[in-house]
Each structure stands twice: as C-alpha cells, then as structure tokens.
C-alpha cells in the first residue's frame, strides 16, 4: 500500500494545512485537512482508519503526542483537502485539542482535523493509514484508545507518509 498526499512537497507539508493557513474553527485552530491518495490497497479492504500525529510534540505537552486527526470508515482512496470539514461519509474522533494544553477545546469541536501549530521548532507530522477488512463501530468524536481496540484483528496493511510543518 502506497499513500501520497499533494499536500506534502518535497517533505514539507504546506502552509494551508496549518497555522499559516487561512481557515480556522472558532478557537483559532486549522481545520484545513490534508489531502492523501491510498493506492494498491490489499485485496479483502472494506475501510481505511487514518491517525495524523505529532510525536515531536512529546518534550512540549510534558509528555504525550498530540493528535491532529483521527478518522476511520473511509470507503474510498482519496481525501482531498479540507474534507474533514465537508464530507459526511467517514465518522471522526477526538483530537488533542481537546486536551488542557489545547484549552480544553470542546469535543464537537475536537472531532475533526486540527492542523498543525508547532510552537518551539519545525515538527515532523505523521500520516498513518491503515487498510482494515471491515468498517469499524465507533462514533463521531471516538478516542485514540477506541480506534486502535476496533482495528484490532482487522488489519490488512498500515502506511506512514511524514511531513514537516515548519514553527509558527
């Protein structure tokens, strides 16, 4: 399985889908959500489950990775931008903006695409994509936790495409 995003140039991800983009909740956070391309899927895939993650935000939130986009029940191959916003055929979960570093940002607010807004350095942002052979029951606003205990058996293959966001 192969995951390509126009949003991702010469490993930097643009500034659109982010901090110095132009669209954003009202907290202030992006919501301008990437695009991806899966492509060669494994034979037997029902759904794909996307988790967009932040692991160099560890030594800033005193200890944990943030969250910027959960999504699973994707039926087809390609997101374009800003779909976490429009589409209605894919459920999402919660993000770290949820969380008291994010100001405890509403749950209905969290459960779409909270893009990127490093504070102290560039961070390297992860796309992981997994191919699953079923839909998976959760609901809007569903936890990382919840995700990973319904792919659990299910998964057919796993992708990751990084990016870097450069500090605001």
């Not at 126009?6 to 669209?23: A, C, F, M, S």
């Not at 990437?34 to 895939?45: D, H, N, S, V, Y």
């Not at 909270?114 to 606003?141: N, R």
């Given at each position: 399985?192969?995951?390509?995003?126009?949003?991702?140039?010469?490993?930097?991800?643009?500034?659109?889908?982010?901090?110095?983009?132009?669209?954003?909740?009202?907290?202030?956070?992006?919501?301008?959500?990437?695009?991806?391309?899966?492509?060669?899927?494994p034979e037997g895939?029902?759904?794909?489950?996307?988790?967009?993650?932040?692991?160099?935000?560890?030594?800033?939130?005193?200890?944990?990775?943030?969250?910027?986009?959960?999504?699973?029940?994707?039926?087809?191959?390609?997101?374009?931008?800003?779909?976490?916003?429009?589409?209605?055929?894919?459920?999402?979960?919660?993000?770290?903006?949820?969380?008291?570093?994010?100001?405890?940002?509403?749950?209905?607010?969290?459960?779409?695409?909270?893009?990127?807004?490093?504070?102290?350095?560039?961070?390297?942002?992860?796309?992981?994509?997994?191919?699953?052979?079923?839909?998976?029951?959760l609901q809007t606003?569903?936890?990382?936790?919840?995700?990973?205990?319904?792919?659990?058996?299910?998964?057919?293959?796993?992708?990751?495409?990084?990016?870097?966001?450069?500090?605001?």
């Amino acid at each position: 399985m192969i995951v390509t995003s126009t949003g991702i140039i010469g490993g930097k991800i643009q500034d659109q889908y982010g901090g110095r983009g132009t669209q954003f909740n009202e907290n202030g956070i992006p919501t301008y959500s990437l695009p991806f391309k899966i492509e060669e899927a494994p034979e037997g895939t029902v759904s794909f489950a996307v988790i967009l993650e932040d692991k160099d935000s560890y030594p800033v939130t005193g200890g944990f990775v943030w969250i910027h986009w959960l999504a699973a029940n994707i039926t087809r191959n390609e997101l374009q931008g800003n779909e976490s916003q429009m589409a209605s055929d894919f459920i999402q979960g919660c993000n770290s903006w949820t969380s008291i570093q994010g100001s405890r940002q509403s749950r209905e607010l969290s459960s779409f695409y909270g893009g990127m807004t490093p504070p102290d350095q560039a961070h390297v942002y992860e796309l992981h994509v997994f191919a699953l052979d079923s839909l998976l029951k959760l609901q809007t606003g569903f936890y990382l936790n919840e995700l990973y205990h319904r792919m659990e058996g299910h998964i057919l293959a796993q992708y990751t495409l990084k990016g870097r966001y450069d500090k605001m």
